[in-house]
Nanobody, 125 residues
Framework: QVQLVESGGGLVQTGGSLRLSCLASGRNFSRYAMGWFRQAPGKEREFVGTINWSGGSTYYADSVKGRFTISRDNARNAMYLQMNSLKPEDTAVYYC??????????????????WGQGTQVTVSS
C-alpha cells in the first residue's frame, strides 16, 4: 500500500489561486497513475483530473479544464494540483489517490487503491 498526504488547502477569494500537494510514501511512485478528486458537502465524490505515470499525459473534468493543472515530480514522490480562477463551486475537500495497477489513470474513483485524508479548499464569493 501507499500512504498519501495532501497539503495546501485553505480559504481563498473568488478568482484566486491555490496549489495542492500530495506526497506519497513507498517505492515505485513513478510506475502508477495518480488522480485528484473532490467532495462537497452533501455531494458524491467528483473526479477532478488524473496524470499518467510519467506526467506526460493528463485528463481533466470539464468543470476544471483550463483552470486546473496537474503535475508530478517522480523524484520527490509528489503530485500537485495548481488551481487558478477559483470559483465558489470549487469549494470541497480535495483528495489525491493512487491507481497502483495502472500507468494511465481513469475518472472512476473505484479504480484507485490508495487515498489521502483530504484537504479543505474554500472559495469565498
Amino acid at each position: 500500500q501507499v500512504q498519501l498526504v495532501e497539503s495546501g488547502g485553505g480559504l481563498v477569494q473568488t478568482g484566486g489561486s491555490l496549489r495542492l500537494s500530495c506526497l506519497a510514501s513507498g517505492r515505485n511512485f513513478s510506475r502508477y497513475a495518480m488522480g485528484w478528486f473532490r467532495q462537497a458537502p452533501g455531494k458524491e465524490r467528483e473526479f477532478v483530473g488524473t496524470i499518467n505515470w510519467s506526467g506526460g499525459s493528463t485528463y481533466y473534468a470539464d468543470s476544471v479544464k483550463g483552470r486546473f493543472t496537474i503535475s508530478r515530480d517522480n523524484a520527490r514522490n509528489a503530485m500537485y494540483l495548481q488551481m487558478n480562477s477559483l470559483k465558489p463551486e470549487d469549494t470541497a475537500v480535495y483528495y489525491c489517490a493512487a491507481d497502483l495497477l495502472a500507468a494511465v489513470g481513469s475518472s472512476d474513483p473505484y479504480d484507485y487503491d490508495s487515498w489521502g485524508q483530504g484537504t479543505q479548499v474554500t472559495v469565498s464569493s
